[in-house]
């Protein structure tokens, strides 16, 4: 088992975002995301009416797994990307942050005779995540629970901590267990996992490492703006399974190669900040709006990502920014057409 030896930090701010860096891409961290929605759903009916409303194929699910699955709009526009993972006696959902409401009112809008009962969770439980290449060995030597064969979106109870769930989520594109407890045991696990020397990142941190991986995230490259092929969700698309909402539309784009816009990730030099929302432009035209934007102070380096038109997503193509009024010349480093 790997070791849980703290990893030491000064004051200084640059040695503090440096070791939670070296923690997130190296070892493992703690981050909150308790913002994250969580759905507890059951009902003889429910993979059923989930099946029916989403991208991917729920029907082989059993208890311990889990899946990635996308709720479109019958215009097949994203509404959210779900973690959906089958517990005993219920499904978990996992949705975008303060998105569980709408994503209940969805259901509950579809559903007419099903057995399906939805209950938003979210305010009784709190969710931390341990994030890096080895969070498997802190969940393992933390809460007792051996996840060396489990699967992304893969879960199941905490055997040490009463009312606990563990989901394998991967979500800023590195191994990552979402850890699910009532707020009575909040304390409990965060102090477990400090006392294993594991420390916790912030938010930029985070979001740095997401950007790096073109991780999209809820809010900013899903949403109703973006259809799922857009926004790089291939992998949770079924082309085989029966109809969903917005089915016919996501078949369409996919079929005849109709996807208009790519995600791409993007670089540039320079200290420029280049703000979510800026126009992207190529010979004067607009083809593309950056969706998120981090930069790494130490190493000096820029990555954001941004929806681009598929005439100017290749690798290596040059494009103007607006900030404020100036050009930032940009460079789309990788697309997700070209994603391993």
């Given at each position: 088992?790997a070791?849980t ?5 000064s ?6 975002a ?8 190296e ?10 929605g969580?759905l507890?759903?059951?009902g003889?009916?429910t993979?059923?009416l989930?099946?029916r409303l989403?991208t991917n194929?729920?029907?082989g ?8 699955t ?10 959210d990307l779900?973690?959906?993972?089958q517990?005993?006696g ?15 009112e969805?259901?509950d809008?579809?559903t ?5 009962s ?15 290449p080895?969070?498997?060995?802190i969940?393992?030597a933390?809460?007792?629970l051996?996840?060396r ?10 055997p ?6 563990i989901?394998?989520?991967?979500f800023a ?23 294993n ?5 912030n ?8 950007i ?9 490259e899903?949403?109703?703006n ?19 909402i917005?089915?016919e539309v ?9 996807v208009q816009r ?22 004067g ?5 950056v ?6 102070d130490?190493?000096?380096s ?5 929806l ?15 900030v ?17």
């Amino acid at each position: 088992m790997a070791s849980t030896e703290a990893i030491s930090t000064s004051p200084g701010p640059d040695d503090a975002a440096s070791n939670q860096r070296r923690a997130l891409t190296e070892d493992a961290a703690i981050v909150d995301r308790s913002e994250i929605g969580r759905l507890a759903i059951s009902g003889a009916d429910t993979i059923d009416l989930l099946d029916r409303l989403s991208t991917n194929d729920l029907r082989g699910l059993t208890v311990g797994r889990g899946i990635g699955t996308v709720l479109t709009t019958n215009k097949g526009r994203v509404i959210d990307l779900l973690t959906v993972v089958q517990l005993d006696g219920r499904l978990l959902a996992l949705t975008g942050p303060g998105n569980q409401s709408k994503v209940a009112e969805w259901m509950d809008f579809y559903t007419f005779t099903e057995d399906v009962s939805v209950m938003d969770i979210t305010p009784d439980t709190a969710m931390m995540s341990v994030v890096g290449p080895k969070s498997g060995d802190i969940v393992e030597a933390v809460f007792g629970l051996d996840v060396r064969g489990w699967q992304r979106f893969d879960g199941a109870p905490c055997p040490t901590v009463d009312g606990c769930t563990i989901v394998r989520t991967d979500f800023a594109g590195v191994l990552a267990f979402d850890v699910i407890v009532h707020h009575s045991a909040e304390s409990e696990v965060r102090d477990r996992l400090e006392s294993n020397g594991v420390l916790s990142a912030n938010a930029e941190a985070l979001e740095l490492l997401r950007i790096e991986n073109m991780a999209p995230a809820f809010g900013a490259e899903l949403t109703e703006n973006h259809n799922p092929l857009e926004a790089g969700l291939l992998e949770y698309i079924s082309f085989n399974k029966g109809c969903y909402i917005g089915q016919e539309v996501v078949a369409r784009l996919n079929a005849y190669d109709k996807v208009q816009r790519h995600l791409v990730s993007l670089t540039w030099s320079g200290d420029a900040t280049l703000p979510s929302g800026s126009t992207l432009s190529a010979d004067g035209q607009s083809v593309g709006v950056v969706t998120s934007s981090s930069s790494d102070d130490a190493s000096r380096s820029h990555v954001a990502l941004a929806l681009v038109r598929r005439s100017h997503s290749d690798t290596g193509t040059a494009l103007a920014a607006d900030v404020d009024g100036s050009a930032i010349e940009v460079v789309v480093a990788r697309s997700s057409e070209d994603r391993d």
